[in-house]
């Protein structure tokens, strides 16, 4: 039988993660902001299927639209147990998509996608731009359009986000990025 999920250690690796490389890469320049403000709800889904993932993640999306934008702006949605294939998770985004229609949260809420083996259409595994979306376990980012509509607004440049990654990455590089996701485990391990 397996042990019970522990959540805090997940959620403290996912917070170094997105402190370390989102933030501090700078990955994200929306992220910061956010985070500084308390405004990322980190929850950790214990579905060890897609179908119990799929339930959780509806929950957090009615919740995130009901929520007060100025106490959760964003939710981190992490599911250690299920989709560990990426394959499999990226087939889960159609649903994902899906989800947020039939709850009418079209044009209101999005899901951006993380997860430890992601790959761009195009790269090779071991290609380091891959890393910009590559997060500790597989995660859901729930996202609000009014936000990204603001972020963007803010910056202008924001298609550039993307080119600017690759070439952080690749200045990076494999080894750097491995340097980095041994720090991000020494922060989930230190004591808070």
């Known amino acids: ?3 019970p999920l522990r959540p805090d250690p997940v959620i403290a ?29 980190y929850v950790v889904s214990d579905a060890t299927d897609p179908e119990r993932l799929l339930d959780d993640l509806c929950r957090e999306l009615d919740l995130l639209a009901e929520a007060d934008a100025a106490t959760v702006d964003t939710t ?7 989709l560990v294939d990426f394959l499999d998770y990226n087939d889960f985004l159609d649903r994902a998509d899906a989800a947020i229609e039939r709850l009418g949260h079209a044009g209101v809420l999005q899901v951006a996608s993380f997860h430890p083996d992601y790959l761009f259409a195009g790269t090779a595994p071991d290609d380091v731009e891959n890393a910009s979306n590559r997060s500790p376990y597989p995660t859901l980012h729930l996202l609000r359009e009014a936000s990204i509509d603001r972020a963007v607004a803010a ?20 080894d750097g990025w491995a340097a980095l996701q041994a720090e991000i485990d020494r922060d989930a391990m230190a004591p808070r």
Request: aromatic letters at 6%.
């Open 13 to 41: 690796r996912t917070r170094a993660w997105l402190q370390r490389a989102v933030i501090g890469l700078n990955l994200c320049p929306f992220a910061k902001a956010v985070e500084a403000k308390g405004q990322v709800r």
């Open 155 to 174: 910056f202008p440049e924001a298609e550039s986000i993307y080119e600017a990654n690759i070439l952080t990455l690749r200045r990076l590089g494999r």
């Open 76 to 82: 981190l949605l992490i599911h250690p147990q299920v």
């Open 1 to 3: 039988m397996t042990p």
